[in-house]
């Protein structure tokens, strides 16, 4: 059975290196007061941590998209619950836990910028880089990540491990 094993990022890496992505967030929209929109579920961790390492005026918002197909992405996103809030107008950054073949942020960043934000960025906690298939802008990003399959602090395996405070590799799959 599959079963979370060696850790990949431990959870003062997390730390350490989240609290930099919300000095770097906060340096960049000093002035802006910018909405954070979560993906739901993966990113909720990364997005509860990053906020509040982020200490100027923000929004929270989520979006909740599936992936036909299991945990691997086809590129077909389906929007499971929309967000709350109107977004045209406002500075946006989108708090992803992953980009992988980067089909479901493009199929994301699409969406939301027919809403006419007056900026989108993308915030993602890892870059799994060698299985990129389109090329999609990543403004700030927490870690690269080699082509394994990880679970934890937001990752699933069939709905199982989110809850680990550490991303580890998923050994026997
Ligand atoms: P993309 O569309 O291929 O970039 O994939 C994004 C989605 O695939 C993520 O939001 C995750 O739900 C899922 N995913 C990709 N790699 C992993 C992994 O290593 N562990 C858990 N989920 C993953």
Do not use: W
């Amino acid at each position: 059975m599959a079963r979370p094993g060696r850790v990949l990022i431990s959870e003062a890496e997390l730390r350490s290196r989240i609290a930099e992505l919300g000095q770097e967030l906060a340096r960049d929209y000093a002035r802006e007061s910018p909405i954070l929109v979560g993906v739901l579920q993966g990113a909720f961790l990364f997005m509860a941590d990053l906020v509040r390492a982020t200490p100027i005026d923000l929004t929270t918002d989520f979006i909740g998209v599936s992936s036909y197909g299991g945990s691997r992405s086809s590129g077909h996103v389906r929007i499971l619950s929309d967000l709350s809030i109107p977004i045209e107008g406002r500075d946006v950054v989108i708090v992803e836990d992953i980009v992988d073949t980067g089909l479901t942020l493009t199929y994301l960043k699409r969406m939301l910028d027919a809403r006419h934000p007056r900026s989108l960025r993308v915030c993602v906690l890892t870059d799994k880089i060698e299985r990129r298939q389109v090329d999609v802008a990543v403004d700030y990003v927490g870690f690269t990540i080699p082509n394994v399959f990880v679970v934890g602090y937001g990752f699933d395996h069939d709905g199982l491990y989110r809850n680990l405070p550490y991303v580890a590799v998923l050994e026997g799959a």
